[in-house]
T-cell receptor
Framework: SQKIEQNSEALNIQEGKTATLTCNYTNYSPAYLQWYRQDPGRGPVFLLLIRENEKEKRKERLKVTFDTTLKQSLFHITASQPADSATYLCAPEGYGQNFVFGPGTRLSVLP | EAQVTQNPRYLITVTGKKLTVTCSQNMNHEYMSWYRQDPGLGLRQIYYSMNVEVTDKGDVPEGYKVSRKEKRNFPLILESPSPNQTSLYFC????????????????FGAGSRLTVL
């Protein structure tokens, strides 16, 4: 069955540094992968989508890579700010009509 | 404002007392879905709907029912709630559920926190 892992449950970094979050998946080959941000007690919010033929995608301070050989996506936040503190979820395309989410990484950016 | 609206936002109930969590979207989306989120387990899909009158089970459908009589509404029904259904529930919608389209970015509601005693 599909399995999605995100590098760690929690990640603490210093303000101004680059945060790197990892998403690994097994047992299937998604054609695209999405990243969402979730603040405590609120619904996830879409950030970026990257397709299998796109090695890298950028949006402002965010960068996502997608390595279909390694079955891995990396999510980077450059010049991180305390306001970036949240849980980040990866969502590789699921089978059929099933959206599948990873367990999330809780990022804390310390001032 | 384009949004997914869930009600109630908070609910405490007792075992066996039927309840309905409503979900409505104003974006004319075809695809709607219900998730539950539990600590350590992440978001798990309960049911989804590709369009009106079309529903299907997700990963954890036991104990839940849904219906899709209108495009904008997708209520989640707990016929006989049990304590293991205590959770944070999210409704979400997407323009289309067609996987290959790449257009299926999900818009989530604010969540409904349910406690079953």
């Amino acid at each position: 069955s599909q399995k999605i892992e995100q590098n760690s449950e929690a990640l603490n970094i210093q303000e101004g540094k680059t945060a790197t979050l990892t998403c690994n998946y097994t047992n299937y080959s998604p054609a695209y992968l999405q990243w969402y941000r979730q603040d405590p007690g609120r619904g996830p919010v879409f950030l970026l989508l990257i397709r299998e033929n796109e090695k890298e995608k950028r949006k402002e301070r965010l960068k996502v890579t997608f390595d279909t050989t390694l079955k891995q996506s990396l999510f980077h936040i450059t010049a991180s700010q305390p306001a970036d503190s949240a849980t980040y979820l990866c969502a590789p395309e699921g089978y059929g009509q099933n959206f599948v989410f990873g367990p999330g990484t809780r990022l804390s950016v310390l001032p | 404002e384009a949004q997914v609206t869930q009600n109630p936002r908070y609910l405490i109930t007792v075992t066996g007392k039927k309840l309905t969590v409503t979900c409505s979207q104003n974006m004319n989306h075809e695809y709607m879905s219900w998730y539950r989120q539990d600590p350590g387990l992440g978001l798990r899909q309960i049911y989804y709907s590709m369009n009106v009158e079309v529903t299907d089970k997700g990963d954890v459908p036991e104990g839940y029912k849904v219906s899709r009589k209108e495009k904008r509404n997708f209520p989640l029904i707990l016929e006989s709630p049990s304590p293991n259904q205590t959770s944070l529930y999210f409704c979400a919608s997407s323009l289309t559920g067609t996987v290959s389209s790449g257009a299926n970015v999900l818009t989530f509601g604010a969540g409904s926190r349910l406690t079953v005693l």
